[in-house]
C-alpha cells in the first residue's frame, strides 16, 4: 500500500535536554556534522515519501532554517518545490496533538509519523521495510525494551508473532513493571489510518495530561487492528543523553577517520 505523507512532530519541549533546549530544538542536536532531523528526513526520503509535514512551535525556527538550506543545496535533499509544508502547534500537548495539527494536510489516506528523537542506524531505511509490510493496519515500530524501562513506553499486549510482525491486542501508555503486558515498546515510526484523526478530536489527555498518541491507537484495535515491526538496526533514545552519547559514539566508530578517536580514549582510561 503507498505510504507517500510523512509528518515530523517536532513541537515537544525537550525537557530531559534542558538547559540546551531552552534555545536549541531538540531535532537539531547533532550527530557528527547532522541534526537527528537530517538522519529522520533522508530515512523518508529513502521510502519514498513524497511530501514533508512538519508540526513545528515557537523556538523551533531554526528547523526551517535549516531545511531551506538543504532544499537550495540539490546535493543534499533534492525534492520537488512545494513538497514541504510547516504547520504550528500552538501549545505542546502531546505527540496526538501534535499529529492531529496535521489533520488538513493528510486527507484521505493512510500516512507516516516520525520522531527525529529516535534515531535508527541501519543500512536500510527502517520507514521503507515497514512500507512494505503495510496492510492498512495501523503499524509502528517496535523494539524490545529493559524490563525497568517499560514505564518510559508504549507497551504492546501481543496476541500473536508472525515473523517480523507482533499483532497486538491492546497497548498501554508507560505502564509500570507490573502492569506491562511485555517489553515490546513503541519507538518513533508509525504507519496510521486517517481515521485517527476522528479518533484525536475526540481524546481527553491520559499520561502525563498529554494527548496520548497511543490512546488512540489502543481505540483503533477494533476497526483497524494494530501490528507491531520489528525492524532490523540499532535504534537510539535520542531525546536522552545516554541516547544521544551512544548513537554519536556508534557512528564515530563506523567512520574510519574517527574510529581510532574513541580507541585511544578507551586507552587512556585503562
Ligand atoms: P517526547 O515524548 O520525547 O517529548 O516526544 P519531548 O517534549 O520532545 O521531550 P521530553 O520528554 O520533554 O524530554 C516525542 C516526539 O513528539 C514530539 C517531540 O518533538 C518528539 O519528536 N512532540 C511531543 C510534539 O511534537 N509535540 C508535543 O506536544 C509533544
Redesign the pocket.
Known amino acids: 500500500m503507498k505510504i507517500s505523507k510523512v509528518v515530523f512532530?517536532?513541537?515537544?519541549?525537550?525537557?530531559?535536554?534542558f538547559p540546551i533546549t531552552r534555545a536549541i530544538p531538540?531535532?537539531m542536536l547533532g550527530i557528527m556534522d547532522k541534526p537527528l532531523i537530517h538522519y529522520a528526513f533522508e530515512e523518508a526520503m529513502a521510502a519514498g515519501i513524497e511530501k514533508f509535514i512538519f508540526?513545528t512551535r515557537h523556538g523551533k525556527d531554526s528547523i526551517e532554517d535549516y531545511f531551506d538550506y538543504m532544499f537550495a543545496h540539490s546535493e543534499y535533499f533534492d525534492i520537488k518545490i512545494g513538497s514541504v509544508c510547516y504547520v504550528r502547534?500552538n501549545e505542546?500537548?502531546?505527540?496526538g496533538?501534535?499529529v492531529l495539527c496535521a489533520k488538513n494536510l493528510i486527507g484521505n489516506e493512510p500516512f507516516a509519523v516520525m520522531?527525529?528523537?529516535d534515531f535508527i542506524l541501519h543500512s536500510k531505511s527502517c520507514l521503507s521495510e515497514m512500507i512494505k509490510c503495510y496492510d492498512g493496519s495501523n503499524m509502528v515500530a517496535t523494539v524490545s525494551v529493559a524490563p525497568q524501562d517499560v514505564d518510559k513506553y508504549g507497551i504492546l499486549d501481543v496476541d500473536r508473532e508472525m515473523n517480523k510482525l507482533l499483532v497486538a491486542k491492546s497497548v498501554d501508555e508507560k505502564p509500570s513493571i507490573k502492569d506491562a503486558k511485555s517489553t515490546y515498546a513503541i519507538v518513533?515510526r508509525y504507519l496510521l489510518s486517517h481515521e485517527i484523526f476522528c479518533i484525536l478530536e475526540n481524546l481527553k489527555p491520559g499520561t502525563g495530561g498529554?494527548i496520548q498518541l497511543t490512546d488512540a491507537l489502543l481505540r483503533m484495535i477494533p476497526s483497524h487492528g494494530l501490528v507491531g515491526f520489528k525492524f532490523e538496526g540499532k535504534r537510539f533514545d535520542c531525546?536522552s543523553k545516554e541516547g544521544l552519547l551512544s548513537a554519536i559514539l556508534n557512528v564515530a566508530n563506523q567512520d574510519k577517520t574517527l574510529h581510532h578517536i574513541i580507541k585511544n580514549f578507551y586507552e587512556e582510561q585503562r
Open positions: 512532530p517536532v513541537g515537544g519541549l525537550g525537557k530531559r535536554f531538540k531535532e508540526v502547534q505542546p500537548l502531546g505527540l496533538h501534535a520522531s527525529a528523537d518513533g498529554e531525546g
